[in-house]
Antibody, heavy 119, light 107 residues
Framework: EVQLVQSGAEVKKPGESLKISCKAS????????IGWVRQMPGKGLEWMGI????????KYSPSFQGHVTISADKSISTAYLQWSSLKASDTAMYYC????????????WGQGTLVTVSS | SYVLTQPPSVSVAPGKTARITCGGN??????VHWYQQKPGQAPVLVIY???DRPSGIPERFSGSNSGNTATLTISRVEAGDEADYYC??????????FGGGTKLTVL
């Protein structure tokens, strides 16, 4: 069974750094893209960026470029989303999702990681 | 950026047909995918490439795409279909883009 299991909820203060994870299982991690999607409280889905773990080719939405870093560790089939300095406006649910190399839809999705940034 | 416009809400009685639209400039030239998100859950793919259904998705779910509008159609609506629905496209110039979402209410 293909699964993406994300790390647990985080509560951070403004200015702190954070790295959340998305562990893949049930398929070849290096032959699919992993994307990250933000959902702010009560709002819709926003595509943040995507990485191809085989060669770490990474693309960012212009809205998120420079604000987050996406990475992957092939040896443990895990993708990451990280911030160097969190803001209160980063409070949201973050989802990872798999995308086939020759397709442009996301399936399946991780269960989500809730990030709360508050002083 | 490529803007996808969805109605904020659609209401339908049980057993009837719900149609959720996704508007975009010449969207008919792109592939459209649809996701269902129930409260407190992650999104689930329900339609891909305009009108293909993943395994496990009921035949009641179908899609179409032409001109400036893509449509997700849910036939014989059930209470369990109540959820938020999002359309999504990919384009080489904008990469991935999601619509704003439509809340489907089953009356």
């Amino acid at each position: 069974e293909v699964q993406l299991v994300q790390s647990g909820a985080e509560v951070k203060k403004p200015g702190e750094s954070l790295k959340i994870s998305c562990k893949a299982s049930g398929y070849s991690f290096t032959t699919y893209w992993i994307g990250w999607v933000r959902q702010m409280p009560g709002k819709g889905l926003e595509w943040m960026g995507i990485i191809y773990p085989s060669d770490s080719d990474t693309k960012y939405s212009p809205s998120f470029q420079g604000h987050v870093t996406i990475s992957a560790d092939k040896s443990i089939s895990t993708a990451y989303l990280q911030w160097s300095s969190l803001k209160a406006s980063d409070t949201a649910m973050y989802y990872c999702a798999r995308r086939a190399d020759n397709s442009d839809y996301f399936d399946p999705w991780g269960q989500g990681t809730l990030v709360t940034v508050s002083s | 950026s490529y803007v996808l416009t969805q109605p904020p809400s659609v209401s339908v009685a049980p057993g009837k047909t719900a149609r959720i639209t996704c508007g975009g400039n010449n969207i008919g030239s792109k592939s459209v995918h649809w996701y269902q998100q129930k409260p407190g859950q992650a999104p689930v793919l329900v339609i891909y490439y305009d009108n293909d259904r993943p395994s496990g998705i009921p035949e009641r779910f179908s899609g179409s795409n032409s001109g400036n509008t893509a449509t997700l159609t849910i036939s014989r609506v059930e209470a369990g279909d109540e959820a938020d629905y999002y359309c999504q496209v990919w384009d080489s110039s904008i990469d991935h883009s999601f619509g704003g979402g439509t809340k489907l209410t089953v009356l």
